[in-house]
């Protein structure tokens, strides 16, 4: 009879974390806010090591086995005009940092002077920040092709190899571009320019630079390595076709 008086009167068993969770809800949601954004952090650091990576065996490979052809087409450049074979230009990188940009020389040796006698026949946009035209006559005839195939973009594979550039992102701007950027613009500033990115596969120099903008922010928004793998694929076909080079 005793037990059963102190079975009827003990305690029963509590379990104390389970009561603070549901005494205090705000806990268990800043601890799962914490986790979630624990793996957020490892996720976006694996993805920056693989890109990275991706970036220096790219690169090295690159540059091995297009080497025959850098050589040649360096020797075509400068027999034509007994110019450089080499355009160094200085360009904006991630964050707005300059670094030294090199591409084949497409353009007659004196094209930077020239620059400002055609810069009123401007077709790329009414805003004035890009300079381009379709038939530029400061382009020689190696240089037309060149370009026409983005040959004349290889020499940045020492860019991405150095860590200045990557294999895909924005295309560097020069320094008078971003100085008329926007806010909005700036966004693209926001991770490492590329060799190749979305409107180089989706028509290149057609494409106005708002859209060109606007893409280059879908892609920082929703950068990934296969997303990168993808660029990289249909960047071959664009290069074949030439749509959009000039």
């Known amino acids: 009879m005793s037990n059963k008086r102190q079975t009827e009167n003990a305690e029963p068993d509590i379990d104390l974390e389970e ?5 205090n809800p705000s806990k268990l949601s800043e601890t799962s806010r914490q986790s979630r954004l624990l793996v957020w952090r490892v996720v976006t650091r694996l993805e920056a090591i693989t890109k990275r990576a991706i970036d220096i065996v790219g690169s090295i490979v690159g540059l091995i ?10 020797i075509i ?7 450089p074979a080499l355009f160094w230009q200085v360009r904006i990188g991630k ?12 353009m007659v040796i004196n094209a930077e002077a020239l620059r400002r ?5 401007n077709e790329h946009g009414s805003d004035g920040i890009t300079f381009k ?24 594979l020492w860019c991405v190899l150095k860590g200045d550039m990557s294999l895909v992102g924005p295309r560097p701007a020069i320094p008078q571009e971003v100085e008329k950027y926007t ?3 700036r966004r693209r500033l926001d991770i490492k320019p590329g060799l190749t990115c979305i409107w180089q596969i989706s028509g290149r120099s057609k494409i106005a630079f708002p859209e060109q903008c ?6 920082l928004e929703q950068q990934s390595t296969l997303k990168d793998v993808k660029i990289l694929l249909k960047t071959i076909p664009a290069i074949i076709t030439g749509h959009g080079a000039y």
């Open 95 to 106: 964050w707005g940092k300059p670094f030294l940009f090199p591409k084949f020389r497409s």
């Open 117 to 121: 006698e055609l810069i009123q026949k």
């Open 183 to 185: 806010l909005t613009d």
């Open 214 to 219: 606007q893409l280059d922010v879908e892609y």
């Open 65 to 74: 086995l297009l080497s025959p052809l850098l050589i040649l087409v360096a």
């Open 77 to 83: 450049i400068k027999c034509t005009d007994r110019g």
């Open 19 to 23: 009561l603070s969770r549901q005494l």
């Open 133 to 156: 035209l379709e038939r530029d006559p400061r382009i020689t005839k190696i240089g037309r092709f060149i370009r026409k195939t983005s040959i004349d973009e290889l020499p940045q």
